[in-house]
């Protein structure tokens, strides 16, 4: 069976620095998601990684998959208020997405 | 959310009390599911579908059916509700992906449902 491990938790960051979330899961995958999720609402996608070595970026977030690894990364860039968020990841596991427990990050002015 | 509405957004019933969820979508997508959402164990799959009359069990399935006569609707029932079955409930959509597997998933609006 799958699983999926975020860390850290939980990320309270001063706006304007850089910090990573990690995504370690248990069983061979070729595709991962990152979702974000805003209190009291849905998931939105963030990015879709499908093959060893891809690498994502939209904004100051940027999404890197190691396959051998079985890690994904999720890096902030001088991280600002409207970043703040649910963050998950999730693996493909035959025709079910596994998902992490979430990282909440807080990000401070 | 990509054509997916889900009704009762919002559900307070008592212990021991039947519960159906519904999921409607207007994509035609083949795939649908069912999550409970709950603090600290992120999104934990109930059921899904990959067709008309067909479901398979997710990881926490104990005490929930599902049915799907029409490709559009995906229903989600509680025999006989009980507090821990107190959560938010997500739907989500999805067509197959590149090689194996299914592609992204869109998620619903979410039903807040409280078990008392």
């Known amino acids: 069976e799958l699983k999926v491990e975020q860390n850290p938790l939980f990320l309270s960051m001063q706006e304007g620095k850089n910090y990573t979330i990690y995504c370690n899961y248990s069983?061979?995958?070729?595709?991962l998601y990152w979702y974000r999720q805003d209190p009291g609402k849905s998931l939105e996608s963030l990015f879709v990684?499908?093959?060893?070595?891809a690498v994502k970026q939209e904004g100051r977030l940027m999404a890197s998959l190691d396959t051998k690894a079985r890690l994904s990364t999720l890096h902030i860039t001088a991280a600002v208020h409207d970043l703040s968020a649910t963050y998950f990841c999730?693996?493909?596991?035959?025709?079910?997405?596994?998902f992490g427990a979430g990282t909440i990050l807080r990000v401070k002015s | 959310d990509a054509g997916i509405t889900q009704s009762p957004r919002h559900k307070v019933t008592e212990t021991g009390t039947p519960v159906t969820l519904r999921c409607h979508q207007t994509e035609n997508h083949r795939y649908m599911y069912w999550y409970r959402q709950d603090p600290g164990h992120g999104l934990r799959l109930i059921h899904y579908?990959?067709?008309?009359?067909?479901?398979d069990k997710g990881e926490v399935s104990d005490g929930y059916s599902v049915s799907r006569s029409k490709t559009e609707d995906f229903l989600l029932t509680l025999e006989s509700a009980t507090s821990s079955q107190t959560s938010v409930y997500f739907c989500?959509?999805?067509?197959?992906?590149?090689?194996?597997?299914?592609?992204?998933?869109?998620f619903g609006s979410g039903t807040q449902l409280s078990v008392l």
């Open positions: 989500a959509i999805s067509e197959p992906g590149q090689g194996s597997g299914v592609g992204k998933l869109f």
């Open positions: 990684l499908l093959s060893n070595g």
């Open positions: 069983t061979t995958s070729d595709r």
């Open positions: 579908s990959y067709g008309v009359k067909d479901t």
């Open positions: 999730a693996v493909m596991y035959g025709n079910k997405l596994v």
